[in-house]
């Protein structure tokens, strides 16, 4: 909005040319988005904690769990959206087609996480939709984002799958991109979904992954960087890294209230929308085996949980003590605030990891 608003004064006020570059733009939006998740932040735990709207505690999770944060407020992942919304609108070109998707995708999964928390709040239970429904949702979701880039965006690239190290390994996937492209924005959902169970937990890493994709479609729009670093230049996805300093702004805002001890959880309303739109990025800047690289530790978490199902239901006994991961090392005596700092270095590990493979092709 703003962004075109000053755009079409250029011709009368030179200094208004700074608006034309991405990097500015994208400070802007890390920074708007920041501001009014900040703002708005206090007033809607006063408002969300005076009308009881309280998330259930897992009853077979740590005993800690079950004493220190009953009667915390959740949905705060309504707070993030707010922030995304905020900075993408006001600093964005919204004549780009990959915005738009990006925006749909953080909406939606948003809704649908957010009708999923207020089912748990109703029946005070930790269920809310069935798992079944809501992949069936995510999936209809995801192939209506797949089917709007396939008809907006660059068909010449989106259908390949560039792998990290190589310089000129390509696999075409034809058709099969429409579900390997369900597949990973459905299985970044919830896996940063199920990584979202300790204070503070997921909040950074999901903005070490936003960073580092700012960083990915700022280079994967630029010509001369693109060529540089021999990765394939793909038109306007530079624009992708407003999306991506929104997310960052509005979890930097967060964790300022859900740093530990948390006054307010983001529930599957943000967890659902923030592993959705990583993943959308991650098809859109064709980065997805980096997403996996950078997001190891979302994949951690969700390799642990399906280790422990299928263990379970073949032995009948547990490879961890509690799954997801990080509720086996806190039945492993860890503190919580120990689990989630450590938790936190790997993800700066593996941020770093995942950015080096830009060079080392």
């Known amino acids: 909005m703003l962004f075109s608003f000053f755009i079409s004064l250029i011709d009368q006020f030179s200094f208004l040319n700074v608006f034309k570059y991405l990097t500015f733009r994208t400070g802007l939006s890390v920074i708007s988005s920041m501001i009014i998740v900040f703002l708005i932040g206090g007033p809607f735990i006063n408002f969300i904690g005076a009308h009881k709207i309280t998330g259930p505690i897992r009853k077979d999770g740590p005993i800690d ?50 009708i999923d928390d207020y089912l748990k709040i109703k029946h005070n239970n930790s269920r809310g939709i069935s798992s079944i429904m809501k ?33 000129n390994l390509t696999i075409h996937l034809g058709l099969f991109f429409i579900p390997f492209a369900i597949f990973v924005i459905v299985g970044s959902s919830n896996a940063v979904n199920l990584t ?25 729009g630029n010509t001369v960087f693109s060529e540089y670093l021999q990765i394939p230049y793909i038109p306007n996805v530079g624009e992708a890294s407003i999306f991506c300093g929104s997310i960052v702004g509005s979890c930097l805002g967060f964790l300022w209230y859900n740093a530990p001890p948390a006054k307010i959880f983001m529930g599957d309303t943000g967890s659902l929308s923030l592993g959705g739109s990583l ?34 239901k073949l032995t009948g006994k547990r490879v961890f003590m509690m799954a ?3 509720h086996h090392f806190e039945k492993k005596g860890w503190a919580e605030s120990t689990v989630v700092i450590r938790f936190w270095i790997i993800s700066i590990i593996l941020a770093l990891i995942g950015l080096a493979t830009l060079k080392l092709r």
């Open 65 to 114: 769990h079950i004493v220190n944060k009953v009667g915390t407020p959740t949905m705060g992942g309504i707070l993030i959206l707010i922030g995304i919304l905020f900075g993408t609108l006001l600093w964005a070109d919204l004549q780009n087609p990959y915005i738009w998707v990006l925006l749909f995708v953080a909406t939606s999964f948003g809704l649908l996480g957010a």
């Open 135 to 167: 992949i069936v949702f995510q999936i209809i979701l995801s192939l209506i984002s797949v089917v709007l880039l396939l008809k907006f965006g660059d068909t010449n690239h989106l259908t390949n799958l560039y792998l990290p190290f190589f310089k």
């Open 196 to 220: 979202d169970g300790l204070d503070g937990l997921a909040t950074v890493p999901v903005m070490l992954v936003a960073i580092s994709f700012t960083l990915i479609c700022y280079v994967v």
């Open 279 to 312: 993943g959308a990025l991650g098809i859109i800047s064709k980065h997805e085996i980096v997403l996996a690289i950078i997001g190891g530790l979302f994949v951690l978490e969700t390799v642990s949980v399906i280790i422990q199902v299928i263990s379970f």
């Open 324 to 326: 997801p991961l990080h």
